[in-house]
């Protein structure tokens, strides 16, 4: 008996609270590596850094965006998450601390690859891989052992995000910029596919909670019912495959129909969750406008065939979703899930939040919608680069800190 107790009171115990859990180190370490990268991209546009790999240097740039950035977040949030929705203890400490340094190697040699010579690539080649491999078995050895079928999708597309890493890389090897395109192609559109899936998920309840309570935390007598619907469910997942087959065929009117099809159920979701008691609160309506901001870059998409313009309406879209569907979404959610998961209120937010969110807003404006009106295109870029950069060390100032602290109720986690 005195066995049990001792069991089931005992701690898990890491040399640092920044190992407790995956969402700590990866954020911090993402947040940290979106501005170092984004800085190095604006510096080689710029024509003060150098690009001497043969890797084109617009892949070089969306590879560290989605597997170096992006990949850490979704790391950090499904190391995380998957403890709760399977009850199965995720890495910490030392276990953890391998998975975040195999990703940091990976970093450190993509940081370095814009000045040296592409047999460097082998060892973020080797890191990047180790790094994947690691996050995918620990999630579906937590899944299989919960025998939580649900959670198929995630594992599918965790699966599919690894045969993509190995297929650009193989494009590398092959010095094939076709095959390096596709893959990264594919790997943005299965990030936002499992970002349609998370906010499907999570953004009707923050929002039923959320409008609920006051900026005080206490009940405020709004009742709002979660609206979601399996049609709209089913007609945003065969939509967005099918614009993502058809766009990856290069088929842009049939791409086009799918397109039209996912934003329509996705604007209908909005319209069932959307109350305007998320404008009090920047942890809501950060997540609103990311979404939406995402579904309306699928109209892009829609009108691309039948819209002439001087900019490349394609690479406007596709930015619109990887800068709200990503940018936005990500610093939202890791901005809300850093309070919850160190034991503070997520109604009381560092006041810096607004002003994070506003600047990433700014950031997606800047490379999306302005240059459809005009200007000076490589200015608007560099003021969207500069937008990011200042979101992120926002959010590296208001958040490192609880980051790299205990839990302030005492909890591990």
């Known amino acids: ?114 000045a040296v010579p592409s047999s460097a690539m082998m060892m973020a080649c080797v890191f990047d891989i180790i ?45 094939d910029a076709n095959v390096q395109q596709i893959a990264l192609y594919a790997t943005l559109y299965l990030i936002i596919g499992m970002v349609f899936t998370i906010a499907r998920r999570v953004l009707p309840f923050f929002i039923t909670k959320g409008v609920s309570v006051g900026c005080d935390g206490k009940p405020n007598g709004i009742n709002l019912p979660q609206k979601n619907s399996r049609l709209l469910d089913m007609m945003s997942l065969i939509g967005f495959f099918g614009f993502v087959v058809f766009d990856l065929l290069h088929l842009s009117i049939i791409a086009s129909a799918f397109a039209m099809a996912c934003l329509i159920a996705n604007v209908l979701r909005l319209k069932n969750w959307y109350h305007h008691g998320i404008w009090q609160k920047p942890l809501l309506w950060s997540l609103v406008i990311a979404f939406g901001g995402m579904t309306a870059s699928l109209g ?47 109604h009381a937010p560092p006041k810096t939040v607004g002003v994070m969110f506003l600047f990433m807003i700014v950031c997606a404006c800047c490379r999306v919608i302005l240059p459809m009106f005009g200007g000076e295109y490589m200015g608007w870029i560099a003021i969207s680069q500069i937008a990011w950069v200042v979101s992120f060390v926002l959010f590296c100032v208001s958040y490192v800190g609880m980051l790299a602290r205990p839990r302030v109720d005492g909890l591990f986690g």
């Open 1 to 114: 008996m005195l066995t049990n107790i001792q069991h089931a009171t005992k701690r898990p115990v890491s040399s640092h609270a920044i190992l407790n859990l995956g969402f700590r180190i990866f954020f911090v370490g993402a947040g940290i590596f979106a501005i170092i990268s984004m800085i190095l991209w604006f510096l080689i546009l710029q024509g003060m850094a150098s690009f001497q790999n043969a890797l084109n240097p617009f892949y070089w740039h969306a590879h560290e965006m989605l597997f170096g950035y992006t990949l850490a977040v979704v790391a950090g949030f499904l190391l995380t998450a998957v403890k709760v929705w399977t009850g199965q203890m995720m890495p910490y400490g030392w276990r953890l601390g391998m998975i975040f340094g195999a990703w940091t190697l990976a970093r450190l040699a993509w940081l370095g690859l814009h």
């Open 131 to 175: 790094f994947w491999v690691m996050v995918c078995w620990v999630i579906i050895k937590a899944v299989w052992v919960a025998r939580q079928k649900r959670q198929i999708g995630i594992v599918a597309k965790l699966i599919l995000l690894l045969l993509a890493h190995l297929s650009f890389y193989a494009g590398v090897l092959l010095s």
């Open 300 to 346: 892009l998409f829609v009108v691309r065939p039948f819209f002439q313009s001087s900019v490349d309406i394609h690479s406007l879209a596709l930015h619109g979703l990887a800068l709200f569907g990503i940018g936005l979404m990500t610093v939202a959610m890791m901005a809300r899930v850093a309070l919850g998961h160190t034991g503070r209120s997520i």
